[in-house]
């Protein structure tokens, strides 16, 4: 009997909500990383799953991470201009 390592976890969850609600680049990469683990894994090449594995982890929060960066900053200009409007009456 072959002695298999425990399958890595692939983190497509993560990476398709992560496309979907975040940053779409960082998501499909994460997404191609987490549909290469459980290949790999089938092939017997448990490292290369372990590292996709770990890719597809940091790709998704990048996603997340990158999101969540390009939200404050439409808020904060959102915010800036709407203090300006009413600093100037305008509002």
């Known amino acids: 009997m072959e002695n298999k390592p425990t399958r890595p976890n692939s983190y497509l969850a993560l990476a398709i909500i992560s496309t979907i609600l975040c940053c779409l680049p960082a998501g499909i990469v994460s997404i191609i990383y987490s549909t290469k683990v459980n290949s790999l894994y089938e092939d017997g090449n448990y490292a290369e799953a372990e590292r996709a594995s770990k890719n597809a982890k940091t790709w998704g929060i990048v996603s997340v991470a990158l999101a ?6 439409i808020f904060a200009i959102y915010g800036i201009a709407i203090f300006a409007a009413i600093a100037n009456g305008d509002f």
């Open 68 to 73: 969540l960066l390009i939200y404050i900053v």
